[in-house]
T-cell receptor, first 115, second 113 residues
Framework: SQTIHQWPATLVQPVGSPLSLECTVEGTSNPNLYWYRQAAGRGLQLLFYSVGIGQISSEVPQNLSASRPQDRQFILSSKKLLLSDSGFYLC??????????????FGQGTRLTVV | GNSVTQMEGPVTLSEEAFLTINCTYTATGYPSLFWYVQYPGEGLQLLLKATKADDKGSNKGFEATYRKETTSFHLEKGSVQVSDSAVYFCALSMFQGAQKLVFGQGTRLTINP
């Protein structure tokens, strides 16, 4: 069966420090991978998606970047965190078969607090 | 552009009450529609979906019907339980380079015994 792992679960970082959040998927190959952010009192915003190794699409301009060094690994990074980067970050994967009716599977999320 | 608007929360109900959470969408083309649920401290999980007009998705006593004429996908349950307390997200799915989910802002539901 497929599983998605996301870590760490909680992170407190000072302003200006770097960030690396990692997400890995097991039990599937060539998935579409996604990073979402859920800010307090707001819905989920799609930040990045990837349809293959090294292929990253950014949805919104921001202080973050993403990378996909391996088929089932997706990393969210920042060189210098801002206070506004605080939020709940969710990784997700989808089947990537060109369909729109398939389920997306989400990780447990990382709560990032920038202080 | 594509967007989803959900009924604002929080919503507080007593056990066995009837639940409706409104959801309307704006989309170009023909999206699939989803309800996801987020239990405390967890990621999102699919609750139900509908892929074309007049389809009804159902799961765990929850139902939602894809209404193209009113661009709506309201979530209903006839008798809620304390265990239904969670945040509910309505979402549409479109293909734009990849399958993309556009979420509403979420509705926090609390059920009191």
């Amino acid at each position: 069966s497929q599983t998605i792992h996301q870590w760490p679960a909680t992170l407190v970082q000072p302003v200006g420090s770097p960030l690396s959040l990692e997400c890995t998927v097991e039990g599937t190959s060539n998935p579409n991978l996604y990073w979402y952010r859920q800010a307090a009192g707001r819905g989920l915003q799609l930040l990045f998606y990837s349809v293959g190794i090294g292929q990253i699409s950014s949805e919104v301009p921001q202080n973050l970047s993403a990378s996909r060094p391996q088929d089932r690994q997706f990393i969210l990074s920042s060189k210098k965190l801002l206070l506004s980067d605080s939020g709940f970050y969710l990784c997700a994967w989808g089947s990537g078969q060109g369909r729109v009716d398939t389920e997306a599977f989400f990780g447990q999320g990382t709560r990032l607090t920038v202080v | 552009g594509n967007s989803v608007t959900q009924m604002e929360g929080p919503v507080t109900l007593s056990e066995e009450a009837f639940l409706t959470i409104n959801c309307t969408y704006t989309a170009t083309g023909y999206p699939s529609l989803f309800w996801y649920v987020q239990y405390p401290g967890e990621g999102l999980q699919l609750l139900l979906k509908a892929t074309k007009a007049d389809d009804k998705g159902s799961n765990k006593g929850f139902e939602a019907t894809y209404r193209k004429e009113t661009t709506s996908f309201h979530l209903e349950k006839g008798s809620v339980q304390v265990s239904d307390s969670a945040v509910y997200f309505c979402a549409l799915s479109m293909f734009q380079g990849a399958q993309k989910l556009v979420f509403g802002q979420g509705t926090r539901l609390t059920i009191n015994p």
